[in-house]
């Protein structure tokens, strides 16, 4: 027979009516806390520790009944409209890969592959979105220094150990969209630690930064750079570091005004001024860096609203513009068939159907971003919040981009979120599947109380004058 006028028998039974089994030692902890409280409160009142803790107990309440309150507010927070939006997008993007690669020619040209990895990124990425859903995000929290040096391990591993496409380390670009994740996680061990935790924690955006410029991935970089001003400044306002709102605020503001300063001095701010004028006004160098930009820019000239499927197709690569006309049943012909890319599948897709649909698209994309933030920043745990921050920052960085290059402004290559297919699909789900993971346990996320600081010993001098 259980006694309920012990504080252990009495979690026990209220334990039992908590379904969710990740709630139970997150509850557990806090009830043992609070009736531990109201006994010593007994006990200084006079009364023996056996009565004080039966006391205790009582006031607390039914255990059957306490239980089942706590089951009420304590349960995982499904995520239906967010998780049905993302795997719309998603199966949208695989099946407008699979249609232009089909209508492109891309067969003929030797990417019939295409289809089937456009299902097979759209499978995985799925298992990857629901792995993460699923996930207890406190864990890594908990082992954020681990995180940390797992995805710098992983950077390092893919850009010395596997093949380079075009001058460029494949799999690092994937890799180094976890960075902005695992910056807001290694922010956490910093918590609390002055001036000091802020300094370590802009140097530790170093080695990350380090392995974007050796891969090169300079959208990787622009993102960990937007990411982590973003999360430094977030983790300032609630005064993280312990040296006040206003100043960390500043420092982190201080922090982006030194690097361009110093990429001034060493003249590097010239080279991008150049680029960003050829990407504004590409006709000032129509046959060499402009010359992308302006043919991609020529298809927005005549695309329509809508355009009836059948009259004709266009899809666009490294800035060619080329036309494929129909047969007499009305369906694309193969007389030009031309490689297929999806970085311009945005491109492609306005000029075969119009330019309403992409703008669907990209609202239906806006609608998720902005619905992950504001539920992201309404976060009462920090952690959680700053996690959800760098999945949306990685995700936005990434649609700016894309945009911008398909309308013909091309600075930096980028892939649409959850449409380029791929391996960026699969990374792209999986980041909002973490995102979604915080949501999920957000009745029972809770911050570590800080460590207290160490007690530094001091020499004291008493100097007496006779």
Known sequence: MRDYGTIQGYLETVMEQIRWKRARPVVAR??????????????????????????????????????AALDAIHRPRPQWGLLGLTLVLALAGAVLRAVFCEISGGVNAGHIAVPARALASLGLGTAALLGMYFLDVSRLVRHARAVYIGALAAGLLTLFHFPHVGNCAYYTRYVVLFYPVAYALALYR????????????????????AVCCLAPSMTGLLILLFSGLALTLCAAGGDWF?????????????????LLTGLISRGYLNSFRQRLAIALHPEMDPLNKGYLGGMLQSFWQDVPPLRQYGSVGAAVHAGARVRIYTD???MPGNTMPHYYSSDFLPASMAVLWGWLPLLLMLAALAVLLVWLLVKGLRQSCLPGRLVVLAVVVTLAVQTLLAAALNFGFVLFSAGLPLVVGNLQTVVDLALIGLALSVFRGASIAREEPEKPLRQRKRLRIRVEYQ
Do not use: I
């Open 30 to 67: 806090e009830l043992e806390q609070h009736l531990t409280d109201q006994r010593d409160a007994f006990v200084r009142e006079g009364k023996p520790r056996d009565e004080a803790e039966r006391l205790a107990v009582e006031d607390m309440g039914d255990p059957v009944e306490v239980g």
């Open 190 to 209: 910093f918590r609390g630690k002055g001036w000091k935790g802020f300094l370590l924690a802009v140097l530790s955006g170093v080695p990350l930064a």
């Open 242 to 258: 312990g040296v006040g709102r206003w100043k960390g605020a500043c420092a982190a503001l201080a922090v982006p005004a030194v």
């Open 328 to 330: 007499s049943a009305g």
